[in-house]
């Protein structure tokens, strides 16, 4: 299957139901903790992580001097492909913005899908006219080097708890964000479809009165019931 077809599915698939389907396979630390939509009520998105790394502040590096350095924010934006989502770890710390309005703006110009950090962001105002969707840990006016050291890209990372690899797959939404594993991309995509389309018929369910006890978790009748509904709607 390939990355547009697998896409298109999880962009159907909220980021909770996504959880659980990772749970199936012992995935349990798979929601970022800490980045949450900038502007919220945006579309679902679904890209191939790229990856930023960020360490404690170091007063000898972490200077303005350094965002011109062969390896720096800057360097890193021109590398980002096209479709990707920046994934940035910045430890948790909010005190400091690692990324403002010109490197936002400069990332929708290289078509980024989006950025997810468990830090924060400053240049609210510009940020939300670069239209570049964000999820973030917060807002702080100082730059990144007041508190950051900035140390390279297209590296393992951990960002809210979590590990993310170069290239797993990173779906946002209202909820948060979340991280697929890449050998479980289509897993989660075909799973995770399936199970929307069995919740959404629970509902209905549940809103003509039925008890959720065999409903959900479904029993072998409830199973039937779906089946016979599913091939109906087909």
């Known amino acids: 299957m390939t990355d547009d077809q697998s896409f298109d599915l999880l962009r159907r698939v909220t980021t909770a139901t996504i959880t659980t389907m990772l749970l199936k396979k012992g995935i349990r630390r798979c929601w970022l903790n800490g980045p949450t939509p900038l502007t919220p009520g945006g579309d679902r998105l679904v890209g191939r ?3 930023l790394r ?3 502040m170091r007063e000898d590096v972490a200077t303005p001097e350094s965002w011109a350095a062969p390896v720096s924010t800057r360097a890193a934006i021109e590398e980002m492909p096209a479709g990707c989502i920046a ?3 910045a430890m948790g710390v909010t005190s400091a913005g690692i990324f403002g309005d010109i490197l936002t703006a400069r990332m929708m110009k290289r078509g980024v899908t989006a950025l997810v950090t468990d830090g924060a962001m400053r240049d609210k105002a510009g940020v939300l006219a670069s239209r570049l969707p964000v999820w973030c840990a917060g807002i702080s006016s100082p730059a990144s080097v007041n508190g950051l050291t900035f140390v390279g890209w297209q590296q393992p990372i951990g960002c809210g ?3 993310i690899f170069p290239d797993d797959v ?3 939404d209202d909820d948060g964000a979340v991280v697929i594993p890449q050998n479980l991309v289509e897993f989660a995509a075909h799973e995770g479809a399936e199970h929307e389309l069995y919740e959404s018929w629970v509902v209905s369910e549940v809103e003509h009165g039925a008890k959720l ?3 959900y978790p479904p029993n072998e009748e409830a199973k039937a019931r779906y089946a016979a509904w599913r091939k109906q709607r087909d």
Do not use: K, R
């Open 49 to 51: 992580a790229f990856t």
């Open 213 to 215: 006890p065999g409903l």
């Open 161 to 163: 708890g979590c590990a």
């Open 87 to 89: 994934v940035a770890d």
């Open 54 to 56: 960020f360490i404690p």
């Open 170 to 172: 990173i779906v946002v």
